[in-house]
Every structure is written in structure tokens, then in C-alpha cells.
């Protein structure tokens, strides 16, 4: 094969209605179906090249050298990618996070929708979006997210070609903004694929699985018809049943802090107060303010006044991943 590359950019998302635990771990097939928003802010950009003269793969991650679980996390996908297109040339890859290391906000998703579509794209493989989106998944669930634009569902389905993340609006939908109260920046002591396999040990996650498809009937509905009280009622409701879960798991996970909650707790002072604002908060002490972006620069001096807050990212919705070269 000849030395090819290819360099794509992918955004964040963040789960309205979230994925938590598999029904198949290794083909990362998720318990329940979730719907999410990408966040324009946050972007991955890697570049991949196969080169001949190469014996292992090699991977740098915002300029330090990955080794470890990291590498053989990207080298096991290119491993994917390589057994599509029938190669077995080693890469070059060059990854950048746009949003400060040591933020918290390190994200998966992003960084395994941009692998995939560099990766394919610098192999010679030609793949419609829920091609990438389905191999995406294989690298990290919320990853098949990122590749769609703008609001994405992924149906949770049995079978790995039909668990991939479609568009159900376009990114200029609803002009929703994520708010995000940073209150902790160290790198989170378990991760979310050690998560998943917890789930199942919690007696809640039964009934969280099970009530999660009227859940997201709600929020798509809240969604379409662009319904703020119904979505901010919806959204708050999946975040506290997925913290649920995790805290009654065994072990347990308590991903809060005191911060984290102060937030929550002003989020609904000022939702009672009439301002529309809701939170959700993923696998992490940081809390996602999703409000319509004319609340957005008031959301952002609020939070500035709260105790435990060190800083704030507003972002508005964004497209899907894609090749910048
Ligand atoms: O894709 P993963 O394995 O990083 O899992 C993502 C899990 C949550 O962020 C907590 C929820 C979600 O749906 O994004």
C-alpha cells in the first residue's frame, strides 16, 4: 500500500437521555437507546498516515507520546479500520484537543469519531455516515454520536449494524446553548467504560433500562415541537437516574462534588425563578447547563458568582465530524 493520510476534525456531544452499561461489551452494544446534542466548543483534530517504514503504531495525543491502555486503545481500532480495507501498514497519529488538557472535559466521543473518519478516509475506504458512526461505536460508545450532525439518537438495537447514531434535527434546529460550570479539572477516577461493566451490579439499572424508552419518546417530542420545560423536566430526570445507578453500584461511583451539586441546586432556583435552564452531568463532577441562547450569557455570569465554579464554557450545537484534508 502506498503511505496515505488524512486529517479530520469531530466535536463533543452530550447525552440528553444517556447511554450507560452494554448488553455487549466488546462490541460496545448499549443497554438502552440515548440522544444527544454536539458541542460546537469542543473538537478533536487528528491527522492519520499509514506508513510502510513503520513497526508499531504510533500515537501522540495533544503533543505528549501515548503509551499503555491509551495507545492500545487507538491501536486496537486502527486494528478495525486495517481489517476493513484489508491493510496491515502501522500509522502515524497526531491528535489535538482543542479544549485545555486538564479541564475535565477530555472527551471519547470526539476523539474516536475524528480516529474513525481520518482513519478511514487515509486507508481508502469509502463509508456512508452510519458506516462510520457504527465503527465509531467500537472505539467508544458515545463516539457514534459524533459522527452524525446535530441532534443525534442512537437506537440501542441487537446487532452490531444496526447500532450506529442518526440525525433527528439539524444543529440549527433549536438554538440551544451547553453552559458547562467546570468545578473540577483532574482526570476522573473511573472512566466510563470500567463504568459500564458496573452497571448491571446496580438493582436500579433494571428499571432505569426499562424506563428509558418513554423518557426518550418525551425528550424527542420536546425536542421537535422546540418545548423548553418539557426538555429541561426530561433531561434532568435521565441524568439523576444515571447517577442513580451509579451511585448503587458496586463499587459505587460518586462522581460529585459539593460544587456539583450547588449547581444543580441553582439551576432550579433560577428555572423557579422563570429562567429557562436545565442540567445534566455526566460521568463527572462538571455540570452541562443546557439552556436556549438567549439565556446563555446571564447562565454564564450566574454561574461565575457560585462558590466552587472555576470556570465556564458556553457552546452552541454542532455538525458532525468530518475531513479537513
Ligand atoms: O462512550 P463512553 O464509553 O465514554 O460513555 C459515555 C457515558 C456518558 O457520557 C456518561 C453518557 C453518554 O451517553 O454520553
Not at 56 to 66: L, R
Amino acid at each position: 500500500m502506498q503511505d496515505r493520510k488524512a486529517t479530520s476534525i469531530a466535536f463533543s456531544n452530550i447525552a440528553l437521555i444517556k447511554y450507560w452499561g452494554n448488553r455487549d461489551h466488546a462490541l460496545r452494544l448499549p443497554s438502552n437507546s440515548s440522544l444527544s446534542m454536539n458541542i460546537a466548543a469542543l473538537t478533536t483534530t487528528t491527522t492519520v498516515e499509514f506508513r510502510s517504514d513503520l513497526a508499531n503504531d504510533v500515537v501522540q495525543i495533544d503533543d505528549a507520546q501515548a503509551c499503555g491502555s491509551a495507545h492500545d486503545r487507538v491501536a486496537a481500532h486502527l486494528d478495525r479500520v486495517r481489517a476493513l480495507a484489508g491493510i496491515t501498514t502501522k500509522a502515524n497519529v497526531i491528535s489535538y484537543n482543542n479544549f485545555p488538557a486538564g479541564t475535565g472535559l477530555a472527551s471519547s466521543a470526539s476523539a474516536f469519531a475524528a480516529l474513525t473518519v481520518a482513519a478511514c478516509a487515509a486507508a481508502g475506504l469509502q463509508l456512508s455516515t452510519d458506516e462510520l458512526s457504527r465503527l465509531a461505536r467500537r472505539g467508544s460508545g458515545s463516539a457514534c454520536r459524533s459522527v452524525p450532525a446535530g441532534f443525534v439518537l442512537w437506537d440501542a438495537c441487537a446487532e452490531d449494524n444496526c447500532s450506529f447514531g442518526r440525525t433527528i434535527a439539524a444543529a440549527d434546529h433549536w438554538d440551544l446553548r451547553d453552559v458547562v460550570a467546570i468545578v473540577e479539572s483532574a482526570h476522573k477516577a473511573t472512566g466510563s467504560t470500567e463504568g459500564h461493566w458496573l452497571a448491571d451490579t446496580s438493582p436500579l439499572q433494571a428499571a432505569r433500562v426499562a424506563s428509558t424508552p418513554a423518557r426518550l419518546e418525551r425528550c424527542k417530542a420536546a425536542l421537535l415541537s422546540r418545548d423548553f420545560s418539557a426538555l429541561a423536566q426530561v433531561i434532568e430526570e435521565d441524568a439523576l437516574m444515571m447517577h442513580a445507578v451509579m451511585l448503587t453500584s458496586t463499587p459505587s461511583l460518586l462522581y460529585w462534588r459539593p460544587a456539583t451539586l450547588a449547581v444543580m441546586q441553582a439551576v432550579r432556583t433560577w428555572r423557579e425563578d422563570g429562567m429557562p435552564v436545565a442540567f445534566t452531568i455526566d460521568a463527572g463532577p462538571n455540570v452541562h447547563c443546557i439552556c436556549p441562547a438567549d439565556s446563555a450569557s446571564r447562565v454564564e455570569t450566574l454561574l461565575h458568582f457560585l462558590a466552587g465554579v472555576e470556570r465556564v464554557l458556553v457552546s452552541r450545537i454542532g455538525e458532525g465530524a468530518r475531513l479537513t484534508s
